[in-house]
């Protein structure tokens, strides 16, 4: 099928442990955290396809989980999370960083709860809240945060594997509810490229030079697209600059 890679994905991630003196309105300090916040697990899937992919820190090892994640995104045209511009993929960028891994090649981001918030008001914007009024049922029912304790290992191995069979299947679930989400506001989504862009490519065309350092020791990689054009896409081989050709090498009719 021709068309944009469209991978639609869902993290969870573990609480920060702190020290507090106080219980109410307190004030947590850098030196208060004990252990920060880090992704535990991660649920994706390619639009249209009904196979979900899974990892987490219990069943594979950290950097297999990480790698996992951002080789989809590597090889996605489009990302879509619910409140991801905010949550997911920052949180994801900030692991890599931390585990000296490379960030993927760029992608477009949808933020459905963006396109959510500027086309309809409801009472609560939460995903579960609005799927569940559109007849949704993708969101897997939880005992709340006491599954994260037990997930990490608070009540004791026997808990905790069970724990994380539930924990697999919420975040399964949410990426099966985003697959449903998207389907109902596709067509309110503006960012997502045309699919006649996505046909075989057209021949090369000379480097132009890197407008971060100068260099045209730079590598052409595949294209960068708009809703409607095309631009040749190119990583600078000196200083690992993406950047594209100012002039569109194609475009299509907006439909």
Not at 81 to 90: M, R, S, V
Not at 99 to 108: E, K, Q, T, V
Not at 125 to 134: D, F, I
Request: hydrophobic content about 35%; charged content about 30%.
């Amino acid at each position: 099928m021709t068309g944009p890679n469209i991978l639609l994905l869902d993290i969870e991630t573990s609480p920060h442990l702190v020290y507090s003196f106080n219980t109410y309105k307190t004030v947590i300090l850098p030196d208060h955290v004990k252990e920060p916040s880090r992704a535990l697990c991660w649920a994706a899937k390619w639009d249209g396809d009904p196979k979900i992919l899974f990892k987490s820190e219990y069943h594979h090892d950290y950097i297999s989980m990480l790698t996992g994640i951002r080789d989809l995104l590597d090889e996605c045209d489009v990302a879509v999370a619910y409140n991801g511009d905010k949550f997911d993929l920052p949180r994801l960028r900030q692991q890599f960083r931390l585990n000296d891994l490379d960030y993927p090649s760029p992608f477009i981001q949808v933020d459905l709860y963006k396109v959510l918030r500027k086309h309809e008001t409801w009472p609560y914007h939460k995903l579960g809240y609005v799927t569940e009024q559109l007849g949704m049922t993708g969101k897997v029912a939880h005992e709340g945060f006491m599954l994260w304790r037990k997930v990490l290992g608070d009540f004791g191995e026997d808990e905790q594997r069970k724990a994380w069979a539930k924990m697999r299947r919420y975040c399964k679930g949410d990426v099966v509810t985003l697959q449903d989400f998207l389907d109902e506001y596709r067509h309110l989504v503006t960012n997502i490229p045309a699919a006649g862009l996505f046909v075989e490519e057209l021949p090369t065309v000379e480097v132009p030079a890197c407008p971060a350092c100068e260099s045209t020791n730079a590598q052409r990689r595949g294209y960068e697209r708009t809703k409607v054009r095309r631009y040749a896409r190119y990583q600078c081989q000196d200083c690992g600059r993406w950047y594209r050709e100012t002039r569109s090498e194609m475009g299509v009719s907006a439909s």
